[in-house]
C-alpha cells in the first residue's frame, strides 16, 4: 500500500523561508511517477495546485508562487521537496503533496493518483 509522507511544515515569520519534503513509501517497488506535486488549501477555498514536477524535469508553478518557490525531485529515493522562500500570510494553507501516475513493480500495472496527509504551513505577519 503507498503512502505519502510530507514533513516539514510549520510556523514561520513573514519573509521566511520553509523546505517541505514527501516521499512515497509502502511499496515493495515503484515503477514510475508522472507528475509529483504540490497543493495547498487555505481556509473556506479550494484546493489549489502550488507547483508540480514531471518524470522528465517540466516544472509548472501558480503564477502567486513562481520566483519564491522551487520544487524539486530525488527520483531514486521516490522523494520530492518544496522550497519555501519569502513567505507571505497569505501563502498560509495545509500543503498536500501528490503523486500523479503511480504505477507500481512495472510498466503495465495500473497508475494511480495519491496525497499525503497534508502538513500546516503558518506565515505570520
Known amino acids: 500500500q503507498v503512502e505519502l509522507v510530507e514533513s516539514g511544515g510549520g510556523l514561520v515569520q513573514a519573509g521566511g523561508s520553509l523546505t517541505l519534503s514527501c516521499v512515497a513509501s509502502?511499496?515493495?517497488?515503484?515503477?514510475?511517477?508522472?507528475?509529483m506535486g504540490w497543493y495547498r488549501q487555505a481556509p473556506g477555498r479550494q484546493r489549489e495546485l502550488v507547483a508540480a514536477?514531471?518524470?522528465?524535469?517540466?516544472?509548472n508553478y501558480a503564477d502567486s508562487v513562481r520566483g519564491r518557490f522551487t520544487i524539486a525531485r530525488n527520483s531514486t529515493k521516490n522523494a520530492w521537496y518544496l522550497q519555501l522562500t519569502s513567505l507571505k500570510p497569505e501563502d498560509t494553507a495545509v500543503y498536500y503533496c501528490?503523486?500523479?501516475?503511480?504505477?507500481?513493480?512495472?510498466?503495465?500495472?495500473?497508475?494511480?493518483?495519491?496525497w499525503g496527509q497534508g502538513t500546516q504551513v503558518t506565515v505570520s505577519a
Open positions: 514536477i514531471t518524470s522528465d524535469g517540466n516544472t
Open positions: 501528490n503523486a500523479d501516475g503511480l504505477r507500481e513493480r512495472h510498466r503495465f500495472t495500473p497508475a494511480h493518483n495519491y
Open positions: 509502502g511499496s515493495i517497488y515503484i515503477y514510475s511517477i508522472r507528475s
